[in-house]
């Protein structure tokens, strides 16, 4: 009986051992995760485009993160993107809807100087301020903040907004994949 | 004989020097017309600062530095600036870059030249700036402008040791030999200067051992000053500055360290040379020594001016019929140039002519089979097939993790590589698009940034506009309640009717007051676009609308501005935004919550 | 579509002048094993070549990679090789077809073709063969046979013999399985001891030609020392502890393949580590492993599953043995 008992006491005392190390460590190393926000918002392009019908990135990724919608409404991210945010979601690649917006080249919004009346308006709707002047003066892109949202087309009165690829530079020139080395059966066959 | 060390790795390819090195350097014709890049070292290109038509004398100013590692241009010879535009540019990727098109009037017209004779009393500072005035650029390659490498920041002062690179190890090439040979002097001199600068306790002198007659001539020349020079054996890369540092002193210095931190410097023999020109003569860095080689009838070194046209150089040496491309720099290290129109760059130590028969292509490349011996070429013990394998899979993380950006990109494994992979191109592709997707993270951050100052901007505008409109209610309410009284007295029959005129009254400045500028410009414009102008407003109108529902809703007052006034200064707005940045994205929150709603 | 090289010189070497060296380094051993165990060595030899070729082809073909280059690369031929010197010279020709199939199309094209293949194929297809048809491949012909070239050919295709030849001289076990069943029987170490030298004589030949090989520089040293100083730690003190009932040192190192193993087998670039310190430690596991499986396992020899169970390390050994990279302390993992 009462070695019965001292095992049951051996064991309880293990475990409350065992338990309080257990609880210690969870305290002493806790890791101080980004919350799921913050980690999907890293991952979004951050255009600013609300094209994922989400008046930006930063309600997206909530949406996303509370589950509300789908991986693949960011264009801007393009297909690149939809795997980040699939691998850190840990769900399936979903390619984009076929009638949704796809993505397309980055460019910048450029200002037509001359042609602009000054009404300010695509000041209100560029997201990310990139647009100066003032009422009735002239106004004009930051080309280095402008996100390429296309957001201050749509407002213009006077059509004088234009998206424009950004010209390759030796800033931005890349050097290109090496030619991959396999090669298929049939151009094989004809060399 | 002091004490050698060694770096791991490196190859033994066929040195092929001899063709060129057997004759003395030649000066280069003047060319009738010169393109020079704006863009002649690392960081930005030089401004110009000669106009169309400006005529200009040799070695005179005609692009000034833009920024810490740009370097300043200077006229090459003296003429006419004939065109400031887009060139075709010794760069791997083709594309234009901006040159001044300078029509030499053959007269060679110096400007008046200024030395700085008393360098010896001059600080190093002093020299710096005279260098940096000069256009002085490390001519090994990097062209990594000099005046930066003899700022002492950060470093040992005063520096252990100084080392001249003077191993020229690439095959092909022979500019630093011939250098060496023929004017030793010169190169002292300039070594003076820069030990004088630098502060250095010793210099040692480099050279590969197989150049026997310029270790002799530094030799001879070197003994007045009291420098060392060292031969080191032959073996590619031992021109790399951290491999010579690595074999002179022992110091291994990892990528990412400035060599001065352990108390070295290292310059190209090329390098002090220019300075020496340039601190006892005036003479900025406008020619430079060339290696024209390869497959061409008289292989030879000349002196050029920056800023000749390439094929004009070329011409000198007789290409073979059978050529197909220049390489500019070694056959190990160099790139293929796409345009012979560019002119000379600061950094073109050599032109290798490329045929069939003297480089034949190699074979298509197979699959790598872990032979490793591109891990025992490599000179900065990497494992270049592991690499490989994560470049080609794009995997950049791990390529990073495997210390991608300690290869120096010298060409060994690619050389040694029985599978003929194009080991370098893999290195550059993953670099280059890690580069990228740091540019574009770093854009991405700075659009969230600027998105959520902006959200914070609006809701604090909106909090001030209800505030002050809360006040002039407020204030017209009393005023009217006054007149009211007054009026009451005058005229109390008309009171309805003035009273709706009032009211009416008030309701249009308020309007004016809500949307005060867009009505005020819409004057002139088709009724589409007015329909246009005014649907956005009412989706603004619309959005703000359910945004303040949305804060009325959570009882959440709106972030109180932190400084209402310096708005415009960026520095405060930077400052505003981290610091406001909590309240912003909660702002954010509650809009999209709202905006979920009513928006389809 | 030329791959573009911005390095615009190269070695001479080649994937192929380096498989035909290796070959070549071959030849000392094959014609002594010929000169040992006869012709039928060299008719293995064929077998395999034409089988690991037209497997080979095959493979290709049905991944869409084009054929001839790949198969220049005599890659297959030094698979067929060493599976070829590995299997009894008098085995059937079905047993060096099946073990060579094996090894080209599991072992080595099903994991991608040359370069991707974590296992070496030769090894593959022998440990196949070893689980499959012990009793065949414990079945040496006895050194020097009495046979000649057309007897053994007839053996080889057909399992026949003709009239009046001895049928003991082609079911004598190896050496390494004599030592062992007699062992297990109690027999005395000292009368087990095989009579002849020839495959002592066999193995100098492979000597020579890692030798040849290792001053090309086309192996390194590490990988093959380090499996004969694994084999030895074992072999030596056990031996000297009790000399009747372990073998010695030097019949471990001549018998069995052992230095066939250490020049060619072990030596093979895809599958083994590629740092310096990797090579060492592979060497040493498949050395160790051998021993163990040898003396203590339930098959004659070991090399092939020592070989195996080492491939699988290699990914580990690899990342963890990388070496400090230049200036900086230590290789970051
Ligand atoms: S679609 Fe536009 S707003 Fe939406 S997440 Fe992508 S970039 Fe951001
Ligand atoms: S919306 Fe068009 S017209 Fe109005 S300020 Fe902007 S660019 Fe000028
Ligand atoms: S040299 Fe070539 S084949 Fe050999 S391991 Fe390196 S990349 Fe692979
Ligand atoms: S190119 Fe890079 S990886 Fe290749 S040998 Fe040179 S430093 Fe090493």
Not at chain 2, 576 to 587: H, N, P
Request: hydrophobic share 45%; net charge positive.
């Amino acid at each position: 009986m009462s070695q019965l008992l001292i095992a049951v006491a051996l064991m309880l005392l293990l475990a409350l051992l065992l338990g309080a190390i257990l609880g210690y460590a969870s305290v002493r190393f806790r890791v101080k995760a980004d919350p799921l926000v913050d980690k999907i918002d890293a991952i979004l392009p951050q255009t600013q485009c609300g094209q994922c019908s989400h008046p930006g990135c930063r309600p997206y990724a909530e949406a996303l993160a509370a589950g509300s919608d789908d991986i693949n409404k960011c264009p801007p991210g393009g297909e690149d993107g939809i795997r980040k945010l699939a691998e850190l979601l840990g769900v399936e690649f979903k390619p984009f809807g076929a009638d949704a917006p796809q993505p397309k080249a980055k460019a910048v919004a450029l200002i037509d100087e001359a042609t602009c009346i000054g009404c300010t308006l695509c000041i209100q709707a560029c997201p990310v301020d990139a647009i100066l002047g003032a009422a009735k003066q002239m106004h004009t892109v930051i080309a280095s903040e402008c996100t390429g949202c296309e957001l201050c087309l749509a407002p213009c009165p006077v059509d004088c907004i234009r998206m424009i690829p950004p010209g390759s530079e030796l800033t931005n020139w890349k050097w290109r994949y090496p030619t991959i080395p396999i090669r298929n059966v049939s151009s094989g066959a004809t060399r | 004989m002091m004490p050698l060390f060694d770096f791991p790795g490196g190859i033994h390819p066929p040195e092929n020097k001899a063709q060129s090195s057997a004759t003395p350097i030649r000066q280069a014709p003047l060319p009738p017309q010169l393109h020079v890049a704006l863009r002649q070292s690392m960081g930005n290109a030089a401004r110009p600062c000669v106009a169309i038509g400006d005529r200009v004398a040799k070695g005179q100013l005609i692009a000034s530095a833009d920024g810490r590692l740009s370097a300043a241009v200077h006229a090459p010879t003296s003429g006419v600036v004939s065109a400031i535009a887009p060139q075709p540019f010794a760069h791997p990727s083709g594309l234009p870059e901006l040159a001044i098109t300078l029509d030499s009037d053959g007269e060679e017209r110096w400007i008046e030249r200024q030395p700085l004779h008393d360098w010896q009393q001059r600080s190093g500072a002093k020299i710096r700036d005279f260098l940096a005035q000069m256009g002085i650029v490390g001519l090994g390659g990097a062209v990594f402008p000099s005046h930066l490498k003899l700022g002492l920041k950060l470093g040992v002062s005063p520096l252990e040791t100084l080392v001249i690179n003077g191993a020229e190890c690439e095959p092909y090439i022979s500019c630093d030999d011939r250098l060496m040979r023929e004017r030793a002097d010169a190169i002292c001199d300039g070594i003076a200067v820069t030990r004088h600068a630098l502060q250095a306790r010793q210099v040692l002198i480099g050279i590969e051992d197989n150049k026997p007659q310029a270790i002799a001539a530094m030799q001879a020349a070197a003994a007045a000053h009291g420098f060392g020079v060292v031969a080191v054996p032959t073996k590619y890369p031992s021109g790399g500055a951290k491999q010579l540092i690595r074999i002179l002193t022992g110091k291994a210095i990892p990528h990412g360290v400035r060599a001065t931190e352990h108390g070295v410097q290292c310059f190209n023999v090329a390098t002090v040379y220019a300075i020496g020109r340039a601190v006892l003569h005036g003479e900025p860095l406008i020619s430079r020594i060339v290696t024209l080689t390869g497959a061409v009838e008289a292989a030879a070194n000349v002196e050029a001016l920056i800023g000749t046209p390439l094929d004009q150089l070329l011409a000198l040496v007789r290409p073979h019929r059978d050529s197909h491309e220049v390489v500019m720099g070694g056959p190990l290290m160099g790139f293929t140039l796409p345009d012979l129109a560019a002119g000379l760059t600061k950094a073109g130590n050599c032109l290798l002519v490329k045929s069939p028969a003297l480089f034949p292509p190699r074979p298509p490349a197979q699959a790598c089979i872990r032979c490793g011996d591109c891990a025992s070429a490599c000179p900065v013990s990497l494992q270049p097939m592991d690499l490989f394998w994560f470049a080609k899979a794009k995997n950049f993380d791990k390529a990073q993790q495997w210390q991608l950006f300690d290869c120096i990109e010298c060409g060994a494994c690619s050389y040694v590589c029985p599978s003929q992979i194009p080991l370098v191109d893999y290195y550059r592709f993953a670099k280059s698009e890690i580069w990228a997707a740091e540019r574009d993270k770093n854009a991405a951050n700075l659009a969230r940034q600027r998105h959520e100052f902006r959200q914070f901007r609006l809701q604090r505008d909106k909090a001030e506009k209800a505030q002050r409109l809360a006040d002039k209610a407020a204030q017209a309410a009393a005023r009217q309640a006054a007149s009211h009284s007054a009026a009451a007295n005058v005229a109390p029959a008309s009171d309805p009717k003035q009273a709706a005129i009032a009211a009416a009254m008030a309701r249009a400045a308020a309007q004016r007051e809500a949307a005060p500028l867009p009505e005020q410009h819409s004057s002139g414009l088709n009724d589409a676009k007015q329909a246009a102008i005014a649907a956005a407003m009412a989706r603004a109108a619309a959005r703000k609308a359910a945004a303040d529902e949305a804060k009325a809703a959570s009882g959440q007052p709106p972030a109180p501005p932190p400084s209402s006034s310096g708005l415009d200064d960026a520095k405060q707005a930077a400052i505003a935004a981290a610091m406001a940045r909590a309240a912003a994205r909660k702002a954010a929150a509650d809009q999209a919550r709202a905006n979920q709603q009513p928006d389809p | 579509m030329t791959a573009i090289h911005s390095t615009h010189i190269a070695k001479p070497a080649t994937v192929s002048t380096v498989m035909l060296k290796v070959l070549a380094a071959l030849l000392p051993g094959i014609a002594l094993s010929v000169y040992c165990h006869g012709v039928g060595v060299l008719l293995q030899l064929l077998l395999a070549s034409l089988t690991a070729l037209a497997a080979e082809a095959a493979m290709l073909r049905l991944r869409g990679v084009a054929v001839l280059p790949a198969l220049k690369d005599l890659s297959a031929i030094v698979t067929a090789w060493l599976l070829a010197l590995s299997l009894p010279p008098l085995g059937g020709w079905w047993m060096i077809v099946v073990a060579t199939l094996f090894a080209i199309i599991v072992a080595k094209q099903l994991y991608g073709g040359l370069g991707n293949n974590p296992f070496n194929p030769a090894m593959a297809g022998f440990a196949l063969m070893v689980v499959s048809f012990p009793a065949q491949m414990a079945q040496w012909g006895s050194p020097q046979l009495p046979l000649d070239a057309a007897a053994q050919w007839q053996w080889i295709f057909l399992h026949t013999l003709p009239a009046g030849s001895v049928p003991d001289a082609i079911s004598s076990a190896t050496p390494l399985d004599v030592l062992k069943t007699g062992l297990r029987q109690g027999q005395a170490l000292a009368g087990l001891l095989p009579q002849s030298s020839a495959q002592g004589l066999i193995a100098l030949g492979w000597l020579a030609g890692g030798l040849w090989l290792w001053q090309q520089k086309l192996i390194p040293w590490q990988t093959p020392l380090a499996m004969l100083a694994g084999l030895l730690a074992l072999a030596l003190p056990l031996w000297l502890w009790q000399p009747a009932q372990y073998a010695s040192p030097l019949l471990h190192l001549l018998q069995g393949g052992t230095l066939l193993a250490a020049a060619f087998i072990v030596t093979d670039p895809v599958s083994g580590a590629s740092t310096p310190r990797g090579r060492l430690i592979f060497g040493f596991g498949v050395g160790l492993l051998t021993y163990v499986i040898r003396v203590f396992g339930n098959f004659p020899d070991g090399i092939a599953f020592a070989v195996l169970l080492m491939n699988m390390t290699v990914p580990l050994l690899d990342q963890y043995t990388r070496p400090a990279v230049f200036g900086h302390r230590k290789g970051r993992s």
